[in-house]
């Protein structure tokens, strides 16, 4: 079955750090380009964060403030989303999403770019 399983959320204090992972089953990450996104209360999905499958390229979005740090681990089908310095404002849920066409570079805040989606790993931080 293939299926993208998100990990590492939890509660945390501003300031603090959290190591979100992606881990995908049932096909392989190398030929994807692999996206983290995140939904906080009363708001619209937003994209945080991109990677490619093999140069491991990547783009983040500006709301991370350079807090945010996107890698692979191709031996473990895993991609990870370090969160440093996080804030309130952080408080989310954080999904990974898998391109095998390569059509969400270059515009990755395109959700229907994505062949894949992960059920979610809840992150939250307070004052």
């Known amino acids: 079955q293939v299926q993208l399983v998100e990990s590492g959320g939890g509660s945390v204090v501003a300031g603090g750090s959290l190591r979100l992972s992606c881990t995908a089953s049932?096909?392989?990450?190398?030929?994807?380009?692999t996206a983290w996104f995140r939904q906080g209360p009363g708001k619209e999905r937003e994209w945080v964060a991109i990677?490619?499958?093999?140069?491991?390229?990547?783009n983040y979005a500006e709301s991370g403030g350079g807090r945010f740090t996107i890698s692979q681990d191709s031996t473990k089908e895993t991609v990870y989303l370090e969160m440093n310095y996080l804030k309130p404002e952080d408080t989310s849920m954080y999904y990974c999403?898998?391109?095998?066409?390569?059509?969400?570079?270059?515009?990755?805040?395109?959700?229907?770019?994505?062949?894949?989606w992960g059920q979610g790993t809840q992150v939250t931080v307070s004052s």
């Open positions: 999403a898998a391109d095998s066409s390569g059509g969400s570079w270059g515009r990755p805040d395109r959700e229907e770019a994505y062949n894949y």
């Open positions: 049932g096909f392989s990450l190398r030929n994807y380009f």
């Open positions: 990677i490619s499958p093999r140069s491991a390229n990547t």
